[in-house]
């Protein structure tokens, strides 16, 4: 299989089964894309090639009339016959060096369902309680629908046990001091943190700790801890005062943005110092639809790692996005993908989040095909020591699969472990199965009713978020070679 489509001024071709990357004529272009549409006649609905067709000035597919004469609105007898046969001659070499129609992994070679049931990563619900009232909060305002609560130390203790006992041989681990928000509950992380760090040279392990907070708490007294023993910490504003504040409300209702943002910048100024990762976490909505300026905003206030993710909501919630929004979406991710670069191309340090894609390496084969372990490798566990297969099933105690401080046994093992793209009919048959693992198990359930069925319009967001991300690696790829030549 291959993904064909135009970056910029760019012709991209993936070849999905070798993973390889070209950057091709015009005339091998259009000779790839007719071979393409004399293949799937359909197409697929949400596809992202389709809908912002008026973005990239080409032609809707479901209105090519004849794909053998006319591509993207160009006919083929617009190319002179040197081009055609060296645009044949391009595509002939690629195939024969295996680097376009190769053969695609094979599910019984590389069957994520081997991978045994060992937990890597916890995310260890430090409060089930926050200090801000956000309205798209997918965890209720930090409650997941039941009593607010933090964690007690006894407890985290337990969850720490928990995961160095059921870790196997895996000798690095993850634990993310999530909410809610955390800082509530700053004593107890700075216990538990010392605690781990005791565990793990029992059972010869190394644990990587990450945070992510709202920053209403941050202050100076915490900055040398976070620093210390925190490998990553998530920043939550949405940019813009006036986008941040709409949806990004304290208890009392007032607007969170004069209240963080000078904090927030202050703490990634200091882990700018001290070498330590950070990033600034928005979310957008269909009131920001123009969230490039969010990024842009957040970008000339000083931060230099930013990711700005959408919003998935109810579809009767009034800023939920909805397939009537993609083409903004879309041709937004464009103008993203050009700001970025005109950054890039200035000398300045920005890295967007979703635009970081390791063509050379990427993740293992394993979590390409079964994304983020959620229910398998990864679990979270709630104040009251409950364990959930992540964060978002935090509550639905259909889902509780035992405590910490009891039992354990994971039933849902069997079902998210096959929720791989080998076994999802819409993942089969799309181009970012290696890249995107499947989607988010929470969203398939919660929007599409079914574990097997990922959320329709996040996969749309995904793969146009990864022919950006391509396309700058190309476009890197190309500019590099100029300055060579
Ligand atoms: S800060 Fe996070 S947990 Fe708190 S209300 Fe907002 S989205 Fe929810
Ligand atoms: S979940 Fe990922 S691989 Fe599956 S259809 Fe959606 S974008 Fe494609």
Known sequence: MIHIYQFHDLNVVLDVGSGAVHVVSDAAAALLRAREDRSSPAGEPFA???????VLGATPA???TNADEFVDGQSLATFSETDLASARGEIAALTAAGLLDAPEMEEDVLSPEDRGAVIKALCLHAAHDCNMRCA????????????????????GKRAIDFLLANSGARRNLEIDFFGGEPLMNFEVIKELVHYGRAREKDYKKNIRFTLTTNGLLLDDAKTPFLNE??????????????????????????????????????????RDAAGKLYYVRGTYTKYNKNFTEDVRYLADLGFHNISVEPAVSDKLEPWALTEEDLPEVFAEYDRLAAFMWEWEQAGKQISFFHFNVDLEQGPCAYKRVAGCGAGTEYVAVTPEGDIYPCHQF????DYRIGNVEGCFQNRWFDVFNKAHVFSKDECRSCWAKYYCGGGCHANALRMEGDLLRPHRLSCAIERKRLECAIGLVCARAMTEEISRE
Request: glycine letters at 10%; one cysteine or more; proline letters at 3%.
């Open 62 to 64: 479901s209105s090519r």
């Open 136 to 155: 798209y909060c997918f965890a209720d305002a930090g409650g997941y629908a039941g009593a607010r609560a933090l964690l007690p130390l006894e407890t």
């Open 394 to 397: 935090a509550g639905e105690t």
């Open 229 to 270: 023993h925190m490998d990553n910490v998530i920043l939550s504003i949405d940019g813009r005062p006036e986008v941040n504040d709409r949806m990004r409300r304290t208890v009392s209702g007032e607007g969170t943005y004069a209240h963080i943002a000078d904090k927030l910048l202050r703490f990634a100024e200091a």
């Open 48 to 54: 992202a090639e389709q809908l912002n067709g008026s």
